[in-house]
T-cell receptor, first 111, second 115 residues
Framework: GESVGLHLPTLSVQEGDNSIINCAYS??????FIWYKQESGKGPQFIID?????DKRQGQRVTVLLNKTVKHLSLQIAATQPGDSAVYFC??????????FGRGTSLIVHP | GAVVSQHPSWVICKSGTSVKIECRSL??????MFWYRQFPKQSLMLMAT?????????EQGVEKDKFLINHASLTLSTLTVTSAHPEDSSFYIC???????????FGSGTQLSVL
């Protein structure tokens, strides 16, 4: 994942719009990727995962896309709701199940 | 429902005192648990890996005498912040892998404020 930064990138969207959150990873050996959602004052919550033998995986209102060529991961949230407001982290693992977390993106959904 | 329980949710203590944080796996056994530290608006930083029945493995730069980890049973790991100082104030989160895929589940976190 990306190194820890001083400030979280922020994505502001209107309720009902689709959101796309991006993440670049650095370890080409990583073979398992996870997206987590973290609400203020709480621990991360698993959203969706994808293995390196796939390039797309869909869940309920969420889709993860993996581009191994450019080491890029994205999370798409359809029909974004105010309850989706949170910080979203991508995480990668390679060989072990201890994830390395990216810097996170703060999603703000305006009603 | 939660599969990893962390307690307390928040604690305020005086400088120089020690604080213990508990992490429990609910309805499953965890031979390994992980402790993270998170500063405001920053990512999670792995502090140490807690191993049941053996010594914890600490990440580089984490003082093992400062952050004591005990994994006394297959469902409980504790992190004790010894002789706490204001710079130890942070959000501490534990996690445990569960299932065949060893998916990580996180506790709700503990906000530590050292006065």
């Amino acid at each position: 994942g990306e190194s820890v930064g001083l400030h979280l990138p922020t994505l502001s969207v209107q309720e009902g719009d689709n959101s796309i959150i991006n993440c670049a990873y650095s370890n080409s050996a990583s073979d398992y990727f996870i997206w987590y959602k973290q609400e203020s004052g709480k621990g991360p919550q698993f959203i969706i995962d994808i293995r390196s033998n796939m390039d797309k995986r869909q869940g309920q209102r969420v889709t993860v896309l993996l581009n191994k060529t450019v080491k890029h991961l994205s999370l798409q949230i359809a029909a974004t709701q105010p309850g989706d407001s949170a910080v979203y982290f991508c995480a990668e693992t390679g060989g072990s199940y201890i994830p390395t977390f990216g810097r996170g993106t703060s999603l703000i959904v305006h009603p | 429902g939660a599969v990893v329980s962390q307690h307390p949710s928040w604690v305020i203590c005086k400088s120089g005192t020690s604080v213990k944080i508990e992490c429990r796996s609910l309805d499953f056994q965890a031979t390994t648990m992980f402790w993270y530290r998170q500063f405001p608006k920053q990512s999670l930083m792995l502090m140490a890996t807690s191993n049941e029945g053996s010594k914890a493995t600490y990440e580089q730069g984490v003082e093992k005498d400062k952050f004591l980890i005990n994994h006394a049973s297959l469902t409980l790991s504790t992190l004790t912040v010894t002789s706490a100082h204001p710079e130890d104030s942070s959000f501490y989160i534990c996690s445990a892998p569960r299932g065949a895929n060893e998916k990580l589940f996180f506790g709700s976190g503990t906000q530590l404020s050292v006065l």
